[in-house]
């Protein structure tokens, strides 16, 4: 279906037993098959990883951080460099962030009002204002094919009352960020927020609704709350999001966490659980998590996770991973970041084809249950 | 011309105006064109790369520390993981030292006797002992190409009698390495040493050519003399080893060295400044050194070296690889350590042309007019 702006996102499947389903974003960089996984290149690169590597294990898209970028080495400099797919030599679609999560959990002294966020740098404790134009702004030099409004993460309160302010300063900015936007080839979306209460999260989702964006995502969650409370908001909600367009959970999650998701009818995600675990000697496999550095691994000739089709899998042992995690050697997370990212790109083309085969509920009960979860 | 073991070590070309040659080693996992450069995998691993990174930039053989590799995981459990060839997924000619070197720059409080060496791991201060029996059960176990003497490093010293007890122990000790020696698809390799006394190197290289080894290491260099004492004890000691075996250069060195060294006659180098420097935000290139820190790199679109093929001047700008260092990004080391490595072993190929067209002379003047040196 078309959409404003000239994107198309196509449902091309629905599974019959619950909201998951099977569809195709195209975007001016290419298309993303959903439901997608975008792995975290918070400051214009997916930690130790290049992008032929994560092309080659089957990234679509990844995410970039504008927080990040904005602060260092700015926008105007990623815009020198020839934009952000230039920058980092990865020629497919990227989404951007606003900045708004990361002024709530990685700024100092935030300062928040209608206006925008005036706050100070983790960096050099610069003051910097971020307003919804220039969220844009910033976005635009960055030149992603998908964007996101700046919002006001409510996750950090239960207060009814600053969540009911959250939401309607999320809709004024988001407002505020399609009125400011002047490229007419990157996909803004807005961020629904509202914290665990069903009538917030309605009437965020209502208000953005009437700005007929090309997306819609999903924020707030995956900060504390239980993966039930998580569920529940996803119950509720996602069934208030259009659904001729693309729904994106915000920063989730575990596989387990996808997996619901997915069957909830969300179709994007992003975390940087994949990488970070990579560097701390973490493996993900679907039979749960494996720790490189104990000392059971130490003469195993086994890959990190038997039958997996990884570059690393395909030629390392458990054995060499762990002496490299031992004798604290970059190739240690570089190897185990490829082949978790790897894990979680294929978690998505497994989910895929299964509600493709219309056996995702088959394929959900079987993958929960392997993964001890 | 078939050399003790079933090696063979053939002589192609020789420079008219100059000790240059051009030669081709072949060796259980492989052919080494000469003169060539060895990236350093002192754990093994070179440090960021992966294997067929490696490959794809032209390294022929890879050199790896007994020293770390004894100590950690064990030289037992590389077996146990396959080999160091199967271990690091590189199925092609690896050179391992003796662990001389590291017991007399790394270890703690070595005491040193005819007998070998008994020295505190740099790591857990372990009591370990290293023996000429020892490093050779030790190489056998890691199972490279090309396998080390056991050798007292004399460059610590300039003292006569010193040196003297050096180079009279190198032999013996190289003697019994020789004697221990079991498998048959490793070349072992005798290392020169003397200092830069050059009755001494005279003395060290006469007694070692009598094993009729398979190759032979000048040793005790690029640790602290000038670049003209290096070259002076090339000058004379080059000439003392015999023509039909290969002559390696032990840890050098800088592209400077690695011509001049060519020119006395030396066939093999192995060196940490290509990925230390890449760790380090220094780039080599043909026209000297760049430091991709400085301000000046902010907004370069340009690659770190105009015309340079290698995969990170291909595909990323000074701009963004300033901006990974200064992000403190796994990135920007893994790209500059692999220009860096493709630096080193382009030069090596250009050499070897070079001499192949007989014109090494003004390709030699010519490198070092641009080099500055």
Known sequence: MAMPGGFSFRVLGQDAASSARLGQFCLPHGVVHTPAFMPVGTQGTVKGLLPQQLREVGAQIVLANTYHLMLRPGSDTVATLGGLHRMMGWDWPILTDSGGFQIFSLAERAQISDAGAIFRSHIDGASVELTPERAIRVQEDLGADIIMCLDECSAQTTDHAKLVTAVRRTTLWAERCLAAKR???????????????????????????????PGYAVGGLS?????????????????????????????????????????????????????RNGRNATAFTATGPVRLRNAEHQRSTEPVEPGCPCPTCGQFSRGYLRHLFMADEMLGPIL??????SFFLRLMAEIRQAIAEQRFAAFRSDALARLGA
Do not use: W
Request: glycine letters at 6%; a negative charge; one cysteine or more.
């Open 223 to 275: 900060v504390g709350e239980s993966h039930h409370e998580m569920l529940s908001v996803l119950d509720h909600t996602v069934a208030l999001l259009p659904e001729d367009r693309p729904r994106y959970l915000m920063g989730v999650g575990r596989p387990q966490d996808i997996i619901e998701a997915v069957a909830r009818g969300i179709d994007m995600f992003d975390c940087v659980l994949p990488t």
């Open 336 to 341: 185990l970041s490829l082949h978790n990212v």
């Open 183 to 213: 490229r007419s080839d990157q996909a803004l979306f807005a961020v629904v927020q509202g914290g665990v209460e069903p009538e917030l999260r309605a009437e965020s989702a209502a208000s953005l609704c009437k700005l007929d964006l």
